[in-house]
């Protein structure tokens, strides 16, 4: 459930009267996409229907059921985001959109190489061409969604390579514990050495590729790395 400070209203006019209800802004467009996807007890960051939310009115049973054929709160917040519109402020909208950008920009550096160097590109050349590009970021489309429109207009400007790259790793036994943490879902195969150790084979995006190996390296220094693809 989102929280007060980082809701937006989502707001219905209808037979004279107002509705507004407070919703988690990336929840309540994808409920409005696909209702059956999202409960709606986690689109709300409260369970109440308000006239005027920021003075705290609210409508009274009557009312609602005049409106809404029901007083039951779920069903009528269900009505008021279905035909009603989301309302951000400015700020809201601006703190939004950057913060999908950043999302943007690392779902690309950390899936894409450039074919020359088969190394990843530095987020601020994403950033940069991005930019460049005028490529206009929604607070509202998926990340997913945006980062196939991204790749589209990047391409022209920098080199990009999608490949996956697969490293073994071998980690003292007493480590077991920190490197599954990071390396729980990459793994192919692994296996217990007969003197303790772990072993095993990840595959991962190649732009991936670098900070992986960092993230392991910090929870066990004296891990054994092996790039398969070289």
């Known amino acids: 459930m989102v929280s007060l400070d980082d809701?937006?209203?989502a707001r219905?006019?209808?037979g004279g009267s107002r509705y507004e209800i407070l919703v988690d802004p990336e929840l309540a467009q994808q409920w409005k996409k696909n209702p059956g996807s999202v409960n709606m007890e986690d689109v709300l960051a409260v369970e109440e229907i308000w006239s005027d939310s920021r003075q705290g009115d609210r409508p009274n049973e009557s009312d609602l059921v005049k409106s809404f054929e029901t007083n039951d709160t779920l069903e009528c917040a269900a009505k008021i985001l279905e035909k009603g519109s989301i309302q951000l402020t400015t700020q809201q909208r601006k703190e939004m959109t950057e913060e999908k950008r950043k999302k943007i920009i690392n779902a690309i550096a950390t899936t894409a190489t450039d074919?020359?160097?088969k190394s990843p590109h530095p987020r601020t050349r994403i950033e940069n061409a991005l930019a460049e590009s005028r490529f206009s970021v929604d607070p509202f489309l998926s990340v997913e969604r945006q980062v196939e429109d991204a790749i589209k207009v990047l391409r022209p400007l920098i080199p990009l390579q999608f490949v996956m790259t697969r490293i073994a790793f071998r980690i003292p036994g007493s480590d077991y514990g920190g490197a599954l943490g990071v390396l729980r879902d990459?793994?192919?195969?692994?296996?217990?050495?007969s003197n303790g150790d772990w072993a095993c084979v990840v595959s991962c995006p190649g732009g991936m590729r670098h900070d992986l190996i960092d993230q392991v390296m910090k929870r066990c220094?004296?891990?054994e790395v092996k790039h398969l693809d070289r």
């Open 186 to 193: 990459l793994v192919e195969k692994e296996e217990w050495l």
């Open 221 to 223: 220094s004296r891990a």
């Open 115 to 117: 074919p020359k160097t």
């Open 12 to 14: 219905l006019e209808r």
């Open 7 to 9: 809701a937006v209203i």
